[in-house]
């Protein structure tokens, strides 16, 4: 067993980690207060490829691994959480299910403008009424000629105004499953700008804030009968397995998260002086920085465990939901002390730890929240 | 067209500097990264690839481990990769570097050669001018803008205050400032691609006419007298005058510490 990264895993790190570090870190600030989706740095990130980085080339992409891409999050998020999240709803839930699931048209059509960054995806399952319980959908979609009607609505969504293309979930009809009627679910690609499809609310939110979170609603918004995704009621495990690829990418967000809060903690405590020392001299901050470094690397082995896994394994909810719920987990805590350790220098907008802090807790909730990484992993357990 | 491009890996200066005992710099002991004004030349070369076409070989002289560099490059857009390296290179001044990258390079076709202005290790600014003395052809330093004509280059070479244009037939070298562009960032396929392609290894036996009396250590007539890290200066004073009174306050200083 070799824990080392290859050497071009440690150059796309390099390569992220200096994009961050020029590119994204001097906006990081500034998206959080103005709520401004960063389009410039997405432009750049476009050019780049970051935008398609597992996809395969001959669709465009940059044919690297889950790995890679994983980590590209990770450093983004390092800097700025809203930055990463745009990428991994890109990748993990537009990119990646037309990938898996697409026609070649569909292929050639979405994944190729989505791979180079021409065009920017996301993802529509969540509705009101229908969060952990994602069979609680109450968008519909008939079949009307050679075209679906769409009617309803869904909320939460990343990316939501900014994206072109949006994989989304309506019932096509009800199935007979063990003697119960259940909805049948299935899964379309929609485009911006197709008639009856429009926008509601932007939310205001915790963290993130730079990330467009909308509500969108189709009212008799007819898409083209090619445009359904895999086939007709198989929405659910299309969702399920998307959203398993989806847990890598907010984990990686997570874990860039907590090291981020990490690194900022450790240059804070060398020069911040309390009692004539530096705070870093006094034991508690030594042991809480021992804590929090253990835990982050313990997150980042899971992540990119769960990143090889994805690479080399047809299934791998177990290991997603793991580094999933742990990542998060381990973001809120590391980012809560580290607010703590910067006392009240950490409770002002002006340093960055607040801003994670804030950033943080949405990874325990979006793309399933930490209870239901717990059902999945118990669920594999008690099988 | 076909283009070399010298690059050295040189210390990353956030990573802190160590050197051997006989002065020069223990560069396996040190975070690395591509010299800025190298990497502004090779970022002038991908570009005439881009606008003219080319085909760009990058070559460097150092460790095995500069192999990193070569990589680098190809990930940038370079398409193929020298690594000139052996134990009796080690230890080269600018006359013996000079000398090692110019009996590299006699062994590829070059329409035009272009190297940093200087590295930010040595500072000299040495190397690329002696390159072009060894493959006797035109040398155009500091280069700030570049273009093709036919079968010249056409080069803006910076000065402190203005610059001049200077046009050159080819094959010439040019030497590069950081100022010139803002390199280009490698793309992750690009990185992948990198490391399935095959990098050219030569050591002393694959330099063409070039003389053991001018290679490695024993080669260089530079002599280190002594070498250390930058010395920690004291944060030193801060005062706001007006231009007059700033005068005879440094002027004072000075007496008072016998400068003047």
Known sequence: MDFMLSKEHEMARALFKEFAEKEVKPLAQEVDETEVFPRGTVEKMAKLGFLGIPVPKEYGGQGCDPLTYAMCVEELSKVCGTTGVIVSA????????????????????????????????????????????AQGQQTKAVLDGDEWVLNGSK???????????????????????????????????????TPGFTFGT???????????????????????????LGQQGKGFNIAMHTLDGGRIGIASQALGLAEGALENTIAYVKERKQFGRAIGAF???????????????AAQLLVYKAAMAKATQKVYSVEAAKAKLYAAEVAMEVTTKAVQLHGGYGYIREYDVERMMRDAKITEIYEGTSEVQRMVISGALLK | MKIVVC??????????????????????????????????????????????????????????KAEEV????????????????????????????????????????????????????????????????????????????IKIEGDSVVVERQYEDRYHVVK???PCLITALSELNEPRYMTPGGIFDAYKQEITVWGRADLKDVDDS???????????????????KGAGEKVSLDPDESVSYIVDKLKVKHVI
């Not at chain 1, 932007?202 to 359904?228: A, H, Q, V």
């Not at chain 2, 490059?73 to 000398?99: H, P």
């Open chain 1, 90 to 133: 890109h990748t993990s839930l537009c990119c990646d299910p037309i990938m898996t699931f697409g026609t070649e048209e569909q292929k050639q059509k979405y994944l190729v403008p989505l791979a180079k960054g021409e065009k920017l995806g996301a993802f529509g399952l969540t509705e009101p009424g229908a969060g952990t319980d």
């Open chain 1, 155 to 193: 909320c939460f969504i990343t990316n939501g105004k900014e994206a072109d293309v949006y994989v989304i979930f309506a019932i096509t009809g009800t199935v007979e499953k063990r003697g119960r009627m259940q909805k049948e679910i299935s899964a379309f690609i929609v485009e911006k700008g």
């Open chain 1, 202 to 228: 932007k939310e205001k939110k915790m963290g993130i804030r730079g990330s467009s979170t909308y509500e969108l609603i189709f009212t008799d918004c007819r898409i083209p009968k090619d445009n359904m």
């Open chain 1, 283 to 297: 034991q508690n901050t030594q042991f809480q920085l021992a804590d929090m470094a253990t835990k982050v690397e």
């Open chain 2, 7 to 64: 690059v050295k890996q040189v210390p990353d200066t956030a990573g802190g500097v160590k050197f051997n005992p006989d002065g020069t710099l223990d560069r396996g002991a040190m975070l690395t990264i591509m010299n800025p004004d190298d990497k502004a030349g090779l970022e002038a070369a991908l570009r005439l690839k881009d606008q003219y076409g080319a085909e760009v070989t990058v070559v460097t002289m150092g460790l095995p």
């Open chain 2, 70 to 145: 070569l990589r680098e490059a190809m990930a940038m857009g370079a398409d193929k990769g020298v690594l000139v390296t052996d134990r009796v290179l080690g230890g080269a001044d600018t006359w013996a570097t000079s000398t090692t990258l110019a009996g590299a390079i006699r062994n590829l076709e070059y329409d035009l050669i272009i190297t940093g202005r200087q590295a930010i290790d040595g500072d000299t600014a040495q190397v690329g001018p002696q390159i072009s003395e060894h493959l006797n052809i035109p040398v155009i330093s500091y280069a700030q803008d």
């Open chain 2, 168 to 170: 050159a037939k080819m």
């Open chain 2, 214 to 232: 001018n290679l490695g250590l024993k080669g260089s007539p530079t002599k280190i007298a002594k070498a250390s890290d930058k010395v920690r």
